[in-house]
């Protein structure tokens, strides 16, 4: 697992005891001391944290963003208020899905969550299909959480 990438908080998993495993080109916690069972469980009755830095961020800038990126997805994301978040697929020209995304609207652009095995393919071609008044940026060394369960909103 030495030439595995690391999460931001990939040194704090292994500090709290987590079992270690790779995941999408990531070393990543697979379970910790009390094991995957009571994990579920909580998560399933309360709520669980799970670290995804794994996955692709990025931000799209400018003032077209989010008309832009509604050329590359079934819509709609012109029409989110700031702070608003979607989830949706990215398109090919033929409107086949490339992979499913999150797009959170922001006061200068949209951000996009793309799925880890995807996030090199989905930038190459978020990248090629921009207008010249978007910029493009990977976000590469942030951290990134959910949180899950019927206790997550409390």
């Known amino acids: 697992m030495t030439d595995l990438k690391l999460t931001p908080l990939a040194a704090l998993h292994r500090e709290l005891g987590a079992k270690m495993t ?7 916690p697979v379970q910790y001391k009390n094991g995957i069972i009571h994990e579920h469980l909580h998560c399933r009755s309360q709520a669980g944290f799970f670290d995804i ?11 077209r963003a989010a008309a ?12 989110l ?5 979607k989830y949706t697929v ?15 609207r922001v006061t200068d652009g949209v951000g996009i969550i793309v799925n880890a095995g995807c996030k090199d393919k989905d930038f190459a071609y978020l990248r ?18 959910a949180l899950q369960g019927p206790g997550a909103a409390a």
Do not use: W
């Open 22 to 28: 790779a995941f999408a080109g990531y070393q990543m």
């Open 53 to 63: 830095s794994h996955m692709g961020q990025c931000r799209i800038f400018g003032d």
């Open 68 to 79: 832009a990126l509604d050329k590359l997805t079934p819509g709609g994301i012109a029409e």
């Open 81 to 85: 208020a700031v702070g608003q978040q």
């Open 90 to 104: 990215l398109t090919n020209a033929a409107g086949g899905v490339i992979d499913d995304i999150i797009v959170t």
């Open 128 to 145: 090629e299909r921009l207008p010249a008044d978007c910029r493009f940026e990977a976000l590469r060394d942030q951290a990134l959480l």
